[in-house]
C-alpha cells in the first residue's frame, strides 16, 4: 500500500453530439474522484493527509467549421480541496469557475 497515492481514481465523461445542419452541439458532463491520500510518501500524520474530492464539471461546446465555442462551469460543487501540503505551504484546487473561451483552428 502506498500511502502517497489514493486507493482509488474515478474520472468519467458523458457527451452527446447533436447535429444541428454543418454543425455540431455537444452537452458534455465531467466527474473526477481521487481518494484521500498524503501529500507525501514519508509523511503518514494526519495533518499531512489530504483528503477525498469529488469534482464536478459540466460543458456546452457549439463547433461550426473552424471555430469552437465552449460555454463551462468548473468544480461546480464548490469543493475546496488540497493538492499539496509541504509542512509549510498548502495549496488548494481551482473554486467553482464559470466561462466561454472561442478557438479556431488553422
Known amino acids: 500500500e502506498d500511502p502517497y497515492a489514493p486507493e482509488l481514481t474515478v474520472n468519467a465523461t458523458v457527451q452527446y453530439a447533436i447535429q444541428i445542419g454543418s454543425s455540431v452541439l455537444q452537452p458534455r458532463l465531467q466527474f473526477s474522484h481521487m481518494d484521500k491520500q498524503y501529500a507525501s510518501v514519508l509523511q503518514t500524520d494526519p495533518?499531512?493527509?489530504?483528503?477525498?474530492?469529488?469534482?464536478?464539471?459540466?460543458?456546452?461546446?457549439?463547433?461550426?467549421?473552424?471555430?469552437?465555442?465552449?460555454?463551462?462551469?468548473?468544480?461546480?460543487?464548490?469543493?475546496?480541496?488540497?493538492?499539496?501540503?509541504?509542512?509549510?505551504?498548502?495549496?488548494?484546487?481551482?473554486?467553482?469557475?464559470?466561462?466561454?473561451?472561442?478557438?479556431?483552428?488553422?
Do not use: C, H
Request: hydrophobic residues 30%.
Open 47 to 106: 495533518y499531512y493527509e489530504m483528503g477525498p474530492r469529488n469534482i464536478f464539471s459540466a460543458y456546452l461546446d457549439f463547433k461550426d467549421g473552424a471555430w469552437r465555442t465552449t460555454i463551462y462551469g468548473t468544480n461546480l460543487s464548490n469543493d475546496l480541496y488540497e493538492t499539496t501540503n509541504n509542512g509549510t505551504t498548502v495549496a488548494y484546487g481551482a473554486p467553482r469557475q464559470f466561462g466561454i473561451q472561442t478557438t479556431r483552428t488553422f
